[in-house]
């Protein structure tokens, strides 16, 4: 153990462990080794604030407003001049209006309700003063030098927007203390070569639990139970579940959990990776080898609502024509919604019981291969207990809830992009079928 590992053990109090409140029981049968043993299990140095993977890449157009919150604080991504995404809080400084039906012209965010518009100075400075030219006032040129947007730390990457979410906006981005690295956060950086990959996206919405739709993924063994009909994989059904060895591995980056089959010669079956604050990774097989790899990404929207990015790893079907020709991107949506389907009402029920109060450690008992999920559980209440992201903009039954709803817009809550996912399916089996019978109709 080294002098850095020995310290943070010997601080960890025992008695604040013990007034954790976790939703489910800590009488774990904890069969790890020795040297793992000596860490607390809530080890992980990154808290709840920090990086999250809060959008893709290519919802961010050009020329468009991307809205969505973080811990109930409504937020607002959008490209600048220099095709740069921004992130600032959804309120104007003038009046306090939103930038919803707002617009972006040349690069520069423009309010809806006076016309405040508000030009980009590049990544890690201010957003320039506001310019509403039309409103008549002595001393307006002194009062736009003094307005700026509220922001955060905004950095596109492989795909991805990431924000750096402290629930403290600012003016001044050079103000923020960026405390964990975005490395820290990138699967590439555990060792996962994502250019030996294809992928396909998707992103889908939830009424429920953030922290439970977290503790869903973490949970690998109910996808015999749940998704066995539905994945089309032949060793995931409910026909041939089967038990499987566990090891963990706790360090101070990640929680990592390996399941072997009891047959030794057909090593691994699958291994996940918990990234704090919000990412899963998810391994088929060997990690080095791995034919799948899952990376799920968990936007905390608000209180019940909830995000997740999820991108589908491959190793075979690369070619871009054979994927279109056999429809690849559209058949795999169709099974990523039918499985976030599938999930959806555990979840909301899950959430529902732990409002409640009937998740307490007397009412569910864990067993062995549930050890990462309590030291997920273990981890999520320490940071809460240290952070409280979501006392930072509570919310109440008499908050305006103009925010929540309108943000809702994937399936499995939002059935539209599912719907109109399986009608492009038909259409284009459709026309397959049909050209070549309209074709040969009219040479005969």
Known sequence: MSEEELTEFNSFNKAEQATLKSPINENIDDKVSHETSLKPSNQLKAGLLGWYAAASSNAIKAGDIYHFSMYNEPLVLYRDKDSIVKCIKDLCPHRGASFIDGQIKQGELVCPYHGARYSSQGECTNLDRITCSHIVDTNYDNYAKKIHLSQYPCVEKNGYIYIYYTGKSKTNLNEFEIKEPLENTLAESYGFKTSEYEFEEVTVDFKADWARIIENHLDILHIFWVHGDTIPDKDVSKNVITSFDQSIKRESRQIQSKYNHKDKNKGEFITIKFIPPGRVVIYKGEEETSRYVQVLDHVPLAENRARVIVRHYRRFMKNKLFTR??????????????????????????????????????????????????????WLNNALSKENPWDLHPTNEHTNAVHKDMRMLYPPENPKLAIQNKRTIIFKVARRILIPIILILLFV
């Open 325 to 378: 020709i056999f429809l690849f991107k559209n058949l795999q949506h169709q099974v990523f919604y039918k499985v976030f389907s599938e999930d959806y009402m555990i979840l909301k029920t899950q959430t529902f019981n732990q409002q409640m109060g009937y998740v307490e450690k007397d009412n569910v008992k864990l067993l062995g291969e549930d050890k990462m999920v309590q030291y997920y559980w273990d």
